[in-house]
């Protein structure tokens, strides 16, 4: 098998509360969970793309903050986040500065995956960042050795998760509507599928 280029995530949530019918140590828990996908960067010498929400709300305590600083700081892959809407104050990506999330960035803790910053991470594979609030859209590629990622904080099933829910996208559309992407990678969505279509995901 070969190695990882890209480790692919979404949806960390961190928080400093417990959440409802947790019993172990959550904030235990937590930070060994991701501590398990830094120490798999670090194995494997490549950078970490989180797909939106990576804290739980827009503003993270003080303490929190700090010890996320730390460790994400010394971590020796880079860190790559798409804004979710926990991410944001009022779901408002103007106001990304105003939140926690602005903090890690600020910080040089992680970077922010943006809406039209094309970022290319590794030999021929281009990321487009579409987060929260932004749909994804066409673009065009001359390289047919070029991979073509996007990234996007929508919720994207491959049916619907409950009678009568709106405002979701099948997988399926997306890989049909968008031939030009390679992958697709979506947050928001907390369980976790692949859809496959022509030979891409």
């Not at 793309?49 to 994400?72: C, R, T």
């Not at 106001?95 to 903090?103: I, M, N, P, T, Y």
């Not at 594979?125 to 070029?146: L, T």
Request: aromatic share 10%.
């Amino acid at each position: 098998m070969k190695n990882p280029t890209l480790l692919l995530t979404a949806d960390w949530h961190i928080r400093s509360d417990v959440p409802e019918n947790r019993i172990d140590n959550f904030l235990t828990t937590q930070e060994r969970k991701i501590d398990f996908i830094l120490d798999m960067s670090n194995n494997y010498y490549c950078p970490i793309i989180i797909v939106g929400d990576i804290g739980n709300k827009p503003k993270w305590e003080n303490w929190l903050l700090e010890k996320y600083i730390k460790k994400f700081k010394t971590h020796r892959q880079k860190i790559y986040v798409l804004p979710g809407q926990h991410d944001l104050p009022n779901h408002r990506l103007d106001k990304l500065s105003e939140s926690g999330l602005g903090v890690l960035i600020a910080s040089k803790a992680v970077l922010e995956l943006r809406k039209s910053w094309l970022r290319k991470l590794k030999k021929n594979i281009y990321i487009h960042p579409f987060p929260f609030g932004f749909h994804i859209n066409k673009v065009s590629s001359s390289n047919m050795d070029e991979r073509i990622v996007a990234t996007i904080h929508q919720l994207v099933s491959r049916s619907k998760l409950w009678e009568g829910q709106e405002n979701f996208i099948l997988a399926k559309s997306l890989l049909k509507k968008f031939p030009e992407y390679n992958l697709i990678v979506s947050g928001d969505n907390h369980q976790s599928f692949v859809e496959k279509y022509n030979g891409r995901l």
